[in-house]
């Protein structure tokens, strides 16, 4: 029997919702839109030069900005030149408007000081890269890092340059600035200008920017401190934290209404606070050049820093000397090299005129020259002072490399302590033994009496004394004045002495007594000769004793 089966149409019509194909195909929408959503929020990929790597790990680090992370490191590679690392990171694209030209990154990690430990948070997220910018239109992909932190907001504080030829070891990058001895700021950077002069870059914060106009004044903590005040000497140490890591401090400004601070102005760093009032010369525009002083006299005195000095105010400073042998004069040449703020030579009756160009001219046409002085007779050191000489002809600039040649000059007046060796010398050519020998031969030959005899006794004691104050003295200063007193007062004793004897008894009382002092003024002078050679072959015996 035959069954009735049903029977089954195949269809040819394709459905595709009912297809096995629309899984996929939903699988690839719903991808397609994630890759959307993804490079929609994307940002942009910066590059960022570093010196080295100090703890970033690609796939890990994070670009902090206010201590939001809005960045990652993709990948850190060597650069070319292999001087750096290049840090390849990708950046939020919320973050876009802060990467422009004020844009600053930096490496932050763990760091331990005297003025205490920062970054400790990277103790348990990792090293990571900080960043300070402020928002702009002008968009940038590549920068170069700093070395150091720059998370200053220069709206609430304010930057200062410091100028100095010498840079104090004691300071560093982060050395703190006080004022009163309250924390102000502190050392930001460190650098070298093309003319050799350090520059460095403080940061005064908000509370205390105030008090700094063009008159203020920055100096160098000193590690001891010594003040005289009513007959005591009072010792001052600084804090270990001085010791340790510097410094600085600055004074107030004593105007009432202070300006604001220049573009280009800077403040001159001084070493210490008693170097403040040896420099009178205060300018917002110096010309700080460089100049070469050639000479073979003797400078084993000058050292470096040595100031350098125009009518008493100093102006400069010995940046470095140079020594080598001279085989034709068989002596030491030297190359001094030296900085000076030409600017004050400036005449402000003359606009046309820098103090650069005055001071050129007077080198070449009034005799300006440089010399070597001694800054103190005790010590003997040596400084460079600027003079005008009227016996030197005019001379043309010398140019050697980057430096001008100074033209020097040896001519200068003797010192104290020459003229006295010259006055001493003198002394001891004097016949004084011939005098006094020509007094006992007066008294001893004569038997007439003598008239006025209160007269010579009173001479002669005036005489002796001066003597014995002259042989007495501890220092040089007032020994001419004290010498020519003593010797015209023996001069007009002897005098008197031939204009009154007129004979006396040799067995009388009034012999006895002259001979008994002319024995004393004898004594004297035999002791103060020994005094003089002591002195001629020692100058310095009155101090140091002739041991």
Known sequence: MAQNLPKIEESTKFNFFTSIWIVPFIALLIAGWL???????????????????????????????????????????????????????????????????????????????????????????????????????????????LNHPFHKDTTKGEYILLKTPQLESSVKVGTPVYFKNIKAGQVEYIVLDADKIVN???????DYKEFIAEDSKFWVRSVLNAEYNNGTIDFNVAPLTDILQGAIEFSATQ????????????????????????????SSDKEIKVFKIHTKEPISKLKVDAPIRFQGYKIGSVDSINL???????????????????????????????????????????????????????????FINLVFDTNVSKVSLQKEGNYIVLPMTTHREKTIFENAKSIVKKINDLPLDELVSSINDVVKNTNKPIAHADELLLDLNKTIQNLNRFTSQKSFQKMPKRTDQALKDLSRTLKTTQKVLKGYDSNSLLVKQISQTLQVVTQTSKEMQEFLKMLNRKPNSLIFGDK
């Open 255 to 282: 105007l009432k209404e202070p300006k604001e601070l220049p573009d280009s102005f800077y403040f001159s760093l001084y070493p210490n606070k008693s170097s403040i009032n040896t420099q009178h010369f205060v």
């Open 35 to 145: 890759a959307y959503q993804y490079y929609r929020d994307l940002g942009p990929r910066i590059t960022i030069l570093f010196e080295k790597n100090e703890g970033l790990v690609a796939g890990q680090s994070y670009i902090k900005y206010r201590n939001v992370p809005i960045g990652k490191v993709e990948k850190i590679t060597l650069q070319q030149d292999g001087e750096g690392v290049v840090v390849t990171a990708r950046m939020d694209k919320d973050a876009t408007p802060y990467l422009n030209k004020s844009s600053k990154f930096w490496i932050v990690k763990p760091e331990f000081g005297l003025s205490g430990v920062s970054g400790l948070d990277t103790l348990l997220s990792g090293t990571y890269i900080g960043m300070y910018a402020k928002k702009s239109d002008e968009f940038m992909d590549n920068f170069v890092g």
């Open 324 to 382: 080598q042998y001279d085989k034709s004069s068989k002596k030491m040449s030297s190359d001094i090299i030296l900085s000076m703020d030409t600017s004050v030579f400036v005449d402000p009756t003359d606009s046309n005129h820098s103090g650069y160009d005055n001071f050129t001219q007077a080198i070449v046409d009034e005799g300006l020259r440089a010399r070597l002085d001694t800054i103190d007779p005790l010590t003997g050191f040596l």
């Open 200 to 206: 460095v870059v403080v940061y005064i914060q908000e």
